[in-house]
């Protein structure tokens, strides 16, 4: 390997006109020079085709490719075909990167003796002014990992993983079938799965992404969301007789919580209700745990909001927006629970 490979960063855009010029700007912001951008103009109707021409002007590095309206996992895997990289990295069309992103991933990757196909970071969730919602934990899980991610994505979104373009492509890139059954929102984690199971996993640390969570991003739609990631399980039920009934289980009650959460957020009230017995239905004392910490991370949250938000630039790598004591440990309990389930 390289000792500076090429990396292709990859964007999807559509409808992208009031994000994607910070998004770029964040990409030809990098620190580490060899890289090519290529953006995926997904059959845009605003301005955003007029804002990809402007920058291409000044950038010779960006190639921008346009095709109708296919959805994000083809967008996807159209760049895929045209990138030259070693290396490939994602980032949707309204999220950032801190400068020091690849820069600090492509050092894990050519150093690591575990030789992962896969380099993540830590993420912080922001606002549409760039300042800090939340802290999205601080993940330490390497080599192979596939229990772990299985239960929850670690990884948190599209926009943090770097991969390896040789085993991105060895698992058929990302599943182009969500988009027929309008169930879109879980292509990353199938592609992030598909991965651990041939592949070691490698975290760069650091809160390097800012992840936006606003309008109608996928994140904000709990039920779609949870619909694709169902997908997702049901077809690794199919082609992985050998996992265990009570990991599936786990999995799909930290993904029920985690659909709860979304549902909170967006103030979908009878949304979270739904997700919540479901939950309970599964693990009850899992259940109430996140019920107890929950309680605690919106007081600290309105509490953040109080002393004023942070932009996402003005935080150091690793310091922490606020301090976070329960989701730290609802983090190292749900980790617990998929060593109990394995042994």
């Known amino acids: 390997m390289n000792i500076q490979p090429l990396v292709s960063v990859i ?26 951008i290529i953006v995926v103009d997904d059959g845009s109707t605003d301005a ?17 490719i346009r095709q109708q309206n296919a959805g994000v996992a083809r967008a996807r895997n159209r760049a895929l075909a045209e990138a030259q990289g ?54 330490m899980h390497q080599g192979r990992v596939f229990e772990q991610l299985l239960v929850f994505n ?29 169930a879109y929102g879980a292509e990353d984690i199938a592609l992030y799965l598909a991965i651990a199971e041939r592949w070691s996993i490698a975290p760069a640390p650091g809160y390097l992404v800012g992840y936006r969570t606003i309008g109608n991003s996928m994140s904000a739609a709990p039920k ?37 959460s979304l549902a909170l957020q967006s103030r979908t009230y009878g949304l979270f209700i739904r997700f919540l017995i479901k939950a309970m239905m599964r693990r009850p004392g899992i259940t109430s745990f996140f019920l107890f910490c929950a ?33 730290k440990a609802f983090d190292r309990y749900r980790t617990y629970r998929v060593i109990l389930a394995k042994s």
């Open 11 to 36: 964007i999807p855009a559509y409808n992208a006109a009031g994000t994607i010029s910070a998004t770029l700007e964040s990409v030809r912001a990098q620190t580490y020079a060899p890289l090519e």
């Open 48 to 64: 955003t085709p007029s804002i990809l021409k402007a920058v291409a002007a000044e950038e010779p590095r960006l190639r921008i």
């Open 86 to 139: 070693e290396w490939i990295a994602t980032i949707d069309a309204d999220d950032i990167w801190h400068p020091e992103k690849l820069e600090r991933q492509i050092r894990v990757a050519v150093t690591s003796p575990l030789a992962p196909a896969l380099v993540y970071s830590w993420c912080r969730s922001i606002d549409a002014e760039d300042r800090v919602i939340a802290d999205q934990g601080e993940p």
């Open 154 to 182: 670690f990884i948190n979104n599209a926009s943090n993983a770097m991969v390896r373009a040789d085993a991105v492509r060895a698992v058929g890139g990302f599943q182009e079938a969500f988009q027929a059954v309008r």
């Open 224 to 260: 779609r969301m949870r619909m694709s990631v169902e997908l997702v399980l049901f077809r690794l039920e199919q082609e992985r007789p050998d996992i265990s009934s009570s990991l599936m289980t786990l999995s799909r009650t930290f993904y029920d919580i985690y659909a709860a």
């Open 295 to 327: 309680i605690f991370w919106r007081h600290t949250g309105k509490r953040a909001v109080k002393r004023g938000r942070s932009l996402f630039s003005s935080l150091k790598i690793f310091e922490s927006s606020y301090n976070q004591p329960f989701a």
